[in-house]
């Protein structure tokens, strides 16, 4: 199949099989190296992308249902300034991912909050977080991080009216 289609800003028009997994495209076709997780089977968590916003397992998307569609990884992602925002926010709080989860948990904070449509609380967040099975932070460590980029989003809004 003919694959149209964005990765980290940049048009993508390939050839493929359509049956491999998101992971395998990007990682052995496009030969994006910082996407994580070996399992394959979407146990750990860690090959999160973003697909129109959306926070997605890569190793459980077919590559045909990204066609048309918008995907970031950590790699295209660092380059924004929600990135920045959200490191910030991690450092400041002293939450340190290690580094095979940390881009998924970035992208998924990053999916939380945009997709959010109120203000969150620690519960709705933790039952949103448990795809990602790395033990290096806790979840409410994690959830701390989310309100707090929250907090200084509405802020910032705030500021703006």
């Known amino acids: 199949m003919l694959l149209t289609c964005k990765i980290d800003n940049i048009e993508i028009k390939r050839e493929t099989n359509p049956a491999i997994s998101l992971k395998t495209f990007l990682k052995e076709t496009l030969k994006i190296i910082n ?42 992602f660092s380059t924004t300034e929600e990135y920045k925002e959200i490191e910030k926010i991690f450092l400041a709080k002293k939450v340190f991912p290690c580094p095979a989860c940390a881009p998924a948990r970035i992208l998924l904070a990053h999916s939380i ?21 790395c033990t290096c932070i806790s979840k409410k ?21």
């Open 35 to 76: 996407i994580k997780g070996n399992c394959d089977k979407g146990y750990c968590g860690n090959c999160g992308v973003t697909i129109s916003g959306q926070y997605a397992l890569s190793c459980l998307v077919p590559v045909f249902m990204i066609q048309k569609k918008e995907i970031f990884t950590i790699q295209g």
């Open 113 to 133: 909050l945009e997709n959010a449509h109120n203000i969150m609380e620690e519960k709705n967040i933790s039952d949103q977080i448990s795809g990602i099975n």
């Open 141 to 161: 460590d994690y959830a701390s991080v989310i309100l707090e980029i929250q907090k200084e989003r509405e802020k910032r809004h705030d500021k703006t009216r």
